[in-house]
Nanobody, 126 residues
Framework: QVQLVESGGGLVQPGGSLRLSCLAS????????ISWFRQAPGKEREGVSC????????VYADSVTGRFTISRDNAKNTVYLEMNNLKPEDTAVYYC???????????????????WGQGTQVTVSS
């Protein structure tokens, strides 16, 4: 049974940082592309960042480029999202998703993924 479990969310002041983790079980992370999405109240789900299992470069939404960094540790079956210089508009529930087909490209920000986590809340407020 495949499970993706997000953690690391919380309340942070504007300009602060958080690191989200996505722990995968029931699959071998080496073979999957992993992406982060977010959804704020009343808004559509938005692709944030993707990391691939091969040579494809990580992808970032324009709204987070330069502030967020995605990385993976296959030995720990975990993908991370380092979020710096957080803004109130980053407030949302953040989800990770996994897919075995994706290899590269910005299409990952709108792809229909095989597996999803339950999400972790990120609130940026003073």
């Amino acid at each position: 049974q495949v499970q993706l479990v997000e953690s690391g969310g919380g309340l942070v002041q504007p300009g602060g940082s958080l690191r989200l983790s996505c722990l995968a079980s029931g699959l071998t992370l080496d073979y999957y592309a992993i992406s982060w999405f977010r959804q704020a109240p009343g808004k559509e789900r938005e692709g944030v960042s993707c990391i691939f299992n091969g040579d494809g470069a990580p992808v970032y939404a324009d709204s987070v480029t330069g502030r967020f960094t995605i990385s993976r540790d296959n030995a720990k079956n975990t993908v991370y999202l380092e979020m710096n210089n957080l803004k109130p508009e980053d407030t949302a529930v953040y989800y990770c998703a996994a897919d075995r087909v994706l290899v590269s490209g910005r299409i990952c920000l709108s792809w229909e993924y095989d597996f999803w986590g339950q999400g972790t809340q990120v609130t940026v407020s003073s």
